[in-house]
């Protein structure tokens, strides 16, 4: 592993939030690892991952669904679309809207972007046991409640 100018290993409440902003960082790098050679980008995998399981769903759903406002979510779309893996289609009734499907090729590469979620995962639970999983999901939990509760409210939902 890479040698840092500082350590992380004995985090402290006072340094949660940069403790998590790097655990971003690196994970991204580890997935565009995992990525390489394909025709998807790390940052585009909880977009591709959710559409999985909501297709046809309209693309502002998506963004609130993942927690992202409107045009973060368009822009990820946009690029998934110019990687021949989204189809954006305007809804019959409601020309304003966009639905959402996957191609062929994004069926294609489901299996890879799933694994590479999963090993993100798994590379950010070794050593801890259930219990210390489950304690570890607990705590991000209630941060991400804080942050919606206090700094984001208002942000996604228009």
Known sequence: MNARRFSLTHITPDHIAGAISYLHRAGQSCMSRELDGLPLRAGSIPFLLHLYYKEGEYQDE?????????ATAARAYQAL??????????????????????TEDGYGVRRKAAEAAHALNETLLA?????????????LGLMVQNLDRTCIAGEVEE
Not at 81 to 102: C, I, K, S, W
């Open 81 to 102: 679309e110019q990687d021949g893996l989204v189809r954006r289609v305007r809804d019959e009734e409601d020309r304003r809207r966009t639905r959402l499907y996957l």
């Open 62 to 70: 998506f963004a609130r669904a993942l927690g992202y406002d409107k």
């Open 127 to 139: 050593g801890m046991d259930g219990a210390e999983r489950r304690e570890a999901a607990r705590l």
